[in-house]
């Protein structure tokens, strides 16, 4: 399958800072890229879906201006955590698919980000 | 809405033993179903999916699932798990192009001797 690295593994950053992830599809244009959240020893909950080009599309609860999004490249989505605080530290996931209409019906996941929040 | 109940939140099996795990999912379309696995501290792992066809799906490292829409479920098994099948398994439904997966709460494995 396609691979998707997601950078950085783990990041502790102190409150009130920002933190940037990043999320890169290696070898195939995504067109869109999906941002989940993972609470301890629970599911994932999808956060944002961002295309190529456009402003991201917030999942309701979600505060936008706090959880950034770039979708600037075919091969690149950056999430950006605001002015961090402890309760925002969870593991981030990203996913990237390609067009679907060209038979990309598959999104891959990175390998995603620890963010703990001191 | 769309959900996904997984009811069991661990199971433990013996190596080599058969595994079945649950997931029910609802959707309001034809759903487009697919089972993840997740190592700690890793991202997820396709295992299989299903979007039409053949109701039993194969996939990778042994697995296979079967989707029966009478009884909204899609249900993963494997005949004879291994040590390195212990992880997080988590189902997930979705519409085309995996828009907006909706992810069960998951299943952890434990594997024992």
């Keep these: 399958g396609a691979v998707v690295s997601q950078h950085p593994s783990r990041v502790i950053c102190k409150s009130g800072t920002s933190v940037k992830i990043e999320c890169r599809s290696l070898d195939f244009q995504a067109t869109t890229m999906f941002w989940y959240r993972q609470f301890p020893k629970k599911s994932l909950m999808l956060m944002a879906t961002s295309n190529e080009g456009s402003k991201a599309t917030y999942e309701q609860g979600v505060e936008k201006d706090k959880f950034l999004i770039n979708h600037a490249s075919l091969t690149l989505s950056t999430l950006t955590v605001t002015s961090a605080h402890p309760e925002d530290s969870s593991f981030y996931i990203c996913s990237a698919r390609g067009h679907p209409d060209r038979g990309r019906t598959e999104a891959f996941f990175g390998q995603g980000t620890r963010l703990t929040v001191v | ?113």
């Excluded at chain 2, 099996?13 to 959707?27: F, I, K, M, Q, T």
């Excluded at chain 2, 979007?51 to 479920?73: C, M, N, P, W, Y």
């Design chain 2, 1 to 113: 809405a769309q959900s996904v109940t997984q009811p069991d939140i661990h199971i433990t099996v013996s190596e080599g033993a058969s595994l079945e795990l649950r997931c029910n999912y609802s959707y309001g379309a034809t759903p487009y179903l697919f089972w993840y696995v997740q190592s700690p501290g890793q991202g997820l792992q396709l295992l299989l999916k299903y979007f039409s066809g053949d109701t039993l799906v194969q996939g990778i490292k042994g697995f296979e699932a079967e989707f029966k829409r009478s009884q909204s479920s899609f249900n993963l098994r494997k005949p004879s798990v291994h040590w390195s099948d212990a992880a997080e398994y988590f189902c997930a439904v979705g519409g085309f192009g995996n828009e907006k997966l909706t992810f069960g709460t998951g299943t952890r494995l434990t594997i024992i001797p």
